[in-house]
RNA sequence: GGCCCGUUCGUCUAGGGGUUAGGACAUCACUCUUUCAAGGUGAAGACACGGGUUCGAUUCCCGUACGGGCUACCA
């Protein structure tokens, strides 16, 4: 690649940044690091009416939270800004007067109500659905079919107006899609698209087309919802002459609900107990409110991960990158082309992955929120240890609390139906002693726990699982855990004994009944 | 409706004119084990359909079906 890769992220701040836009993001920046290029965050907010406060906050949130820091963008730096369309108003005018004088845009009048009014009637007569085109522009109020003084005149009195796009007649686009291949469009069924708004704002196929020119954008990757908007994006660089620098487009395949029907949305998060946003959002209202995949406990390591492999891959069997390895063997042409459906279960199993990658102190740190929030606070060096025996039975890091509440507070429930099938009056007296016994050690230690109990239950004539469930079920209230001489080694001594003495009497007390 | 894009196990996908169509998740079995996991071994499971082209098509071409996207003064 002769040209200088540079690349643009591009989100339109209008709510929390979905799954699907984190992804081009993530694309988009594997592509600028694979080439030594340039990662941008441009943000696209030309519609007022649908600007969110916060919004561009939570995009940079998330893109520091996944590490796809930009290299240029508000706030960035960079020699391009600025960064933000609202505040390029001006250069999209003066591109537009541009476009005006070369004759390949013009002046539109019709409002939003006589256009709506003519789309109604025209659905209701069977026919096509109404396009401003190249048939229906000569009988609208434009300034193709108005006279230049009567067009002076409107504009002179402050009517709105709109500027739309002149689409040639009879012509054929065609542009080379990474990820596609050829994708042709007729001109014939391309609509007149409104470049500047009543508003003075551009839309997006004009501010986009500008940008990424004055940008010096080489590689357009983005959602395949763009893909229909192509041809007018093609158009729109050869009117403005920039024919010869038209930037190569991917365009990536959606991300479809888990049942496949459909992209995947805002709503499908609720609907399926999945997220569907990186981190959460608090809108202005109740219902305005998101967990992210940060919430419900998953590694930004993990999320990246996943994300990259949703509709790529990279030709081999392996399954597990780092972001910088991804880096590395990132390729567009690996794309595929289909929709790929959103499976919470891979993206379960790769947190699973990265959890047992994370050193325990590190785990330690990331779990410490959590027992706060519950108005626990352990030691460091016993919350490390806890987080070395749970990890490999946690797939997200609220399992830590899921699996192993026991660990930081009393046991609130114990798992009566088994005590009840193990324990026996007779087992009492071999408690008791047992107690004794693991009294009297000087260290406290899993294998040394492990060879005394085991004796002990053969000096006593006993069997292992006479002992071990019970001994399980003392300490943790459950049959699901560590080990159990693991698990009483890092509650130590006094806390291991203090257990099994409370639930010995309980247990007593359950069978008696 | 029109235009554009797509279609390999349930899911994510590899592959590509001649293969036992490979891997991963999930599922099941066995194993390990004091439990639950994890690990190990194994099982089951796919080329949407119909025509071509060809000695041969899952692979190339054309249709059909199905799915998706777009069809705003939203992005």
């Given at each position: 690649?002769?040209?200088?890769?540079?690349?643009?992220?591009?989100?339109?701040?209008?709510?929390?940044?979905?799954?699907?836009?984190?992804?081009?993001?993530?694309?988009?920046?594997?592509?600028?690091?694979?080439?030594?290029?340039?990662?941008?965050?441009?943000?696209?907010?030309?519609?007022?009416?649908?600007?969110?406060?916060?919004?561009?906050?939570?995009?940079?949130?998330?893109?520091?939270?996944?590490?796809?820091?930009?290299?240029?963008?508000?706030?960035?730096?960079?020699?391009?800004?600025?960064?933000?369309?609202?505040?390029?108003?001006?250069?999209?005018?003066?591109?537009?007067?541009?476009?005006?004088?070369?004759?390949?845009?013009?002046?539109?009048?019709?409002?939003?109500?006589?256009?709506?009014?003519?789309?109604?009637?025209?659905?209701?007569?069977?026919?096509?659905?109404?396009?401003?085109?190249?048939?229906?522009?000569?009988?609208?109020?434009?300034?193709?079919?108005?006279?230049?003084?009567?067009?002076?005149?409107?504009?002179?009195?402050?009517?709105?107006?709109?500027?739309?796009?002149?689409?040639?007649?009879?012509?054929?686009?065609?542009?080379?899609?990474?990820?596609?291949?050829?994708?042709?469009?007729?001109?014939?069924?391309?609509?007149?698209?409104?470049?500047?708004?009543?508003?003075?704002?551009?839309?997006?196929?004009?501010?986009?087309?500008?940008?990424?020119?004055?940008?010096?954008?080489?590689?357009?990757?983005?959602?395949?919802?763009?893909?229909?908007?192509?041809?007018?994006?093609?158009?729109?660089?050869?009117?403005?002459?920039?024919?010869?620098?038209?930037?190569?487009?991917?365009?990536?395949?959606?991300?479809?609900?888990?049942?496949?029907?459909?992209?995947?949305?805002?709503?499908?998060?609720?609907?399926?107990?999945?997220?569907?946003?990186?981190?959460?959002?608090?809108?202005?209202?109740?219902?305005?409110?998101?967990?992210?995949?940060?919430?419900?406990?998953?590694?930004?390591?993990?999320?990246?991960?996943?994300?990259?492999?949703?509709?790529?891959?990279?030709?081999?069997?392996?399954?597990?990158?780092?972001?910088?390895?991804?880096?590395?063997?990132?390729?567009?042409?690996?794309?595929?082309?289909?929709?790929?459906?959103?499976?919470?279960?891979?993206?379960?199993?790769?947190?699973?992955?990265?959890?047992?990658?994370?050193?325990?102190?590190?785990?330690?740190?990331?779990?410490?929120?959590?027992?706060?929030?519950?108005?626990?606070?352990?030691?460091?060096?016993?919350?490390?240890?806890?987080?070395?025996?749970?990890?490999?039975?946690?797939?997200?890091?609220?399992?830590?609390?899921?699996?192993?509440?026991?660990?930081?507070?009393?046991?609130?429930?114990?798992?009566?139906?088994?005590?009840?099938?193990?324990?026996?009056?007779?087992?009492?007296?071999?408690?008791?002693?047992?107690?004794?016994?693991?009294?009297?050690?000087?260290?406290?230690?899993?294998?040394?726990?492990?060879?005394?109990?085991?004796?002990f239950i053969n000096e006593n004539g006993l069997k292992m699982g006479q002992v071990l469930p019970l001994l399980r079920i003392a300490l943790a209230g459950t049959m699901k855990g560590p080990g159990v001489f693991e698990t009483m080694e890092v509650f130590g001594k006094s806390e291991t004994l203090a257990r099994i003495k409370k639930a010995v009497a309980l247990f007593g007390g359950i069978t008696d009944q």
């Open positions: 690649m002769s040209q200088k890769v540079r690349v643009r992220f591009a989100p339109s701040p209008t709510g929390p940044l979905h799954i699907g836009g984190v992804r081009t993001a993530l694309y988009n920046f594997l592509f600028a690091k694979k080439h030594n290029g340039v990662f941008c965050l441009r943000i696209e907010d030309t519609d007022q009416a649908r600007y969110v406060e916060g919004a561009e906050d939570y995009i940079k949130e998330t893109l520091a939270w996944l590490g796809l820091e930009p290299d240029e963008g508000p706030g960035y730096g960079g020699e391009f800004g600025p960064y933000r369309q609202s505040e390029r108003k001006e250069i999209y005018q003066k591109y537009a007067g541009e476009l005006l004088k070369r004759g390949k845009a013009y002046y539109a009048f019709d409002t939003q109500e006589e256009l709506d009014a003519r789309r109604k009637m025209e659905a209701e007569r069977g026919n096509h659905t109404f396009k401003y085109d190249a048939y229906s522009r000569k009988e609208m109020k434009n300034s193709l079919t108005l006279s230049d003084e009567e067009v002076g005149k409107r504009i002179a009195a402050g009517e709105p107006y709109v500027i739309r796009l002149l689409v040639p007649e009879n012509d054929t686009v065609t542009f080379e899609d990474l990820v596609r291949g050829q994708v042709t469009f007729e001109t014939s069924e391309l609509d007149d698209k409104v470049l500047i708004k009543a508003d003075g704002m551009p839309t997006y196929h004009m501010a986009n087309i500008i940008d990424d020119h004055l940008m010096e954008i080489s590689h357009v990757i983005r959602g395949e919802e763009w893909l229909p908007s192509t041809g007018h994006h093609v158009l729109l660089y050869k009117a403005f002459g920039w024919a010869d620098s038209i930037p190569h487009f991917a365009h990536l395949p959606l991300i479809l609900k888990p049942n496949g029907k459909g992209k995947l949305s805002k709503r499908d998060g609720a609907k399926f107990g999945i997220p569907v946003f990186p981190l959460e959002w608090n809108g202005n209202n109740e219902l305005d409110h998101f967990p992210g995949f940060r919430e419900y406990g998953f590694l930004p390591e993990a999320v990246i991960n996943f994300l990259a492999f949703l509709g790529w891959n990279p030709g081999t069997d392996e399954e597990l990158f780092t972001l910088e390895q991804l880096c590395e063997v990132f390729s567009l042409d690996k794309i595929h082309k289909g929709g790929a459906r959103f499976d919470f279960e891979k993206a379960r199993w790769y947190n699973h992955q990265y959890i047992q990658q994370t050193d325990d102190g590190e785990l330690a740190s990331l779990i410490r929120p959590m027992l706060k929030a519950h108005g626990l606070n352990p030691s460091r060096d016993f919350l490390v240890k806890v987080c070395g025996l749970l990890k490999e039975r946690c797939h997200l890091l609220s399992d830590f609390w899921e699996n192993g509440a026991w660990f930081f507070e009393e046991v609130k429930e114990y798992d009566l139906e088994n005590v009840k099938k193990r324990w026996n009056t007779e087992l009492k007296g071999h408690f008791d002693k047992l107690i004794a016994e693991l009294d009297s050690m000087q260290s406290f230690d899993a294998p040394g726990l492990e060879s005394k109990v085991k004796a």
